[in-house]
């Protein structure tokens, strides 16, 4: 929630920027460049001698023209970005809940528990999505007639978004959607988990509308 509420926040940002780049502009001329860019020069003779503390491609702290800032508000991926973070927290979730329970018997530690869950499955075959399923719980311990193919479908469609980024370089505008699968997933984990049929509240800020008293 917290992540999210950050997200519209830089949304938010980026809006007044776009409505008035001209102020952003003009903010960045007075104060003689605030937001300034990076370079780079290689060469062979450079790269051999180069090291994390001898930084010999990199120039940095040089002045761009204010109009480009303005212009790289827009150009940077805050959709994308965001996805591949709300899916990484969701498999750090995963992962401290296996380890709770102690109940993955894989010797391969690094193995996710949604490993077997495909970004590509076909979700109109019964028997894959039977096979995912089986897959999913094993990590787990669960028993795989709690899970429910629309838990299945969420996992897949959100891994399917998160691949296109990561791996194909595709920019994503579905970060709302994202974070619908990512906040359902996590909770039918915890539901799972806890063997527990009550409430779960979370709003980590103060509720002034009383809706979650």
């Known amino acids: 929630m917290e ?4 997200y519209k926040v830089q949304l938010y940002i980026r809006g007044k920027i776009e409505v008035d780049p001209d102020r952003f502009e003009s903010e960045q001329s007075i104060n003689g460049g605030t937001v300034r860019g990076t370079g780079v020069i290689a060469s062979m003779a ?11 491609l990199i120039i940095g702290d040089l002045l761009v023209d204010p109009v480009k800032s303005s212009e790289a508000v827009s150009f940077f991926p805050l959709d994308s970005v965001s996805i591949v973070y709300i899916y990484s927290l969701l498999e750090a979730y995963g992962n401290d809940i296996v380890e709770h329970l102690g ?10 528990w949604h490993s077997g869950v495909h970004a590509d499955a076909d979700l109109d ?12 719980c094993h990590s787990f311990g669960f028993k795989t007639e709690s899970v429910t193919d629309t838990f299945i479908e969420a996992l897949v ?10 791996h194909q ?3 994503s505008l579905n970060f709302s959607v994202c974070f619908q699968h990512v906040v359902f997933i996590a909770c039918c984990i915890y539901f799972l988990a806890a063997n527990d049929h009550g409430e779960l509240k979370l709003f980590p800020w103060t509720d002034f509308e009383g809706k979650f008293e």
């Open 125 to 136: 075959d019964p028997a894959k999505v039977q096979s995912m399923k089986k897959s999913f």
């Open 103 to 112: 109940s993955n018997p894989s010797k391969n530690r690094f193995k996710a």
């Open 46 to 56: 450079n790269i051999e001698s180069w090291s994390e503390r001898n930084e010999t």
């Open 169 to 171: 370089l595709e920019h």
């Open 3 to 6: 992540f999210e509420f950050s």
């Open 157 to 166: 469609r959100l891994k399917l978004e998160r691949n296109k980024i990561v």
